[in-house]
Nanobody
Framework: QVQLVESGGGLVQAGGSLRLSCTASGRTFSNYGMGWFRQAPGKERELVATISWSGSSTNYVDSVKGRFTISRDNAKNMVYLQMNSLKPEDTGVYYC????????????????WGRGTQVTVSS
């Protein structure tokens, strides 16, 4: 069992940066693939980035490649999403999620979810 809590959301102007953090608790956190997802008003939840349990492999949605970086620190039970060059279309609720070993793009494989943190990018 894994419990996830996101932090770091807020209001930022276009072109700015923000770093989201996800704090995980559980006996086997380091074995979990981790992902960041987001949901904008009126839109489906979307995968943003994923990272393998070791941190050696990552995936990004095309729209954030080159701007966002996912990372993790298993010693601290933390996963991060560094967001640079933010755009208004990045606005949404960002969720941290975990899945045992899996780190791919299938959202259904992520069994554990945080409550989300709001990110608002002004134009």
């Amino acid at each position: 069992q894994v419990q996830l809590v996101e932090s770091g959301g807020g209001l930022v102007q276009a072109g700015g940066s923000l770093r989201l953090s996800c704090t995980a608790s559980g006996r086997t956190f380091s074995n979990y693939g981790m992902g960041w997802f987001r949901q904008a008003p009126g839109k489906e939840r979307e995968l943003v980035a994923t990272i393998s349990w070791s941190g050696s492999s990552t995936n990004y949605v095309d729209s954030v490649k080159g701007r966002f970086t996912i990372s993790r620190d298993n010693a601290k039970n933390m996963v991060y999403l560094q967001m640079n060059s933010l755009k208004p279309e990045d606005t949404g609720v960002y969720y941290c999620a975990a899945s045992a070993y899996y780190y791919g793009t299938n959202m259904n494989a992520y069994a554990y979810w945080g409550r989300g943190t709001q990110v608002t990018v002004s134009s």
